[in-house]
């Protein structure tokens, strides 16, 4: 498990990106997708990990007036994600994570399509 989590860490770092108050660029895509493709997860693991254990930690800053736009603390970003998938087999953990994201999908939607659109050119 422990080989399982180190691989995730870069990943949540890269989907944290969609989470900050700032308009990302071609070149923050075309990273994120790079780190992804070194995963070896496929785009439906990649969103379940969004769904799962990044937008649990970070939801709140894509309504907030005043959201981080700098960057989330890494260390602090590694142990919310952990204590996450460490949930993610409580049924109630994930319907309410499932029902808050059924309001909150519309604000990441477009990176995940950016996202796609340039796992499927290469």
């Given at each position: 498990m422990q080989q399982k989590l180190e691989n995730r860490k870069e990943v949540w770092k890269a989907i944290s990106l969609f989470y900050l108050d700032t308009e990302l660029q071609e070149p923050d895509y075309k990273y994120i997708t790079?780190?992804?493709?070194?995963?070896?997860?496929?785009?439906?693991?990649?969103k379940e990990i969004d769904l799962l254990e990044v937008f649990p930690a970070l939801q709140l800053n894509l309504t907030n007036v005043a959201g981080e736009?700098?960057?989330?603390?890494?260390?602090?970003?590694?142990?919310?994600c952990t204590e996450n998938y460490n949930k993610r087999g409580n049924k109630l953990f994930k319907t309410i994570t499932?029902?808050?994201?059924?309001?909150?999908?519309?604000?990441?939607?477009?990176?995940?399509?950016?996202i796609e659109g340039l796992c499927n050119a290469k």
């Open positions: 790079e780190i992804f493709k070194k995963s070896n997860l496929t785009l439906a693991e990649l736009w700098a960057g989330f603390d890494e260390e602090w970003l590694i142990k919310v499932k029902l808050r994201n059924v309001f909150s999908y519309w604000m990441r939607k477009k990176h995940w399509e950016i």
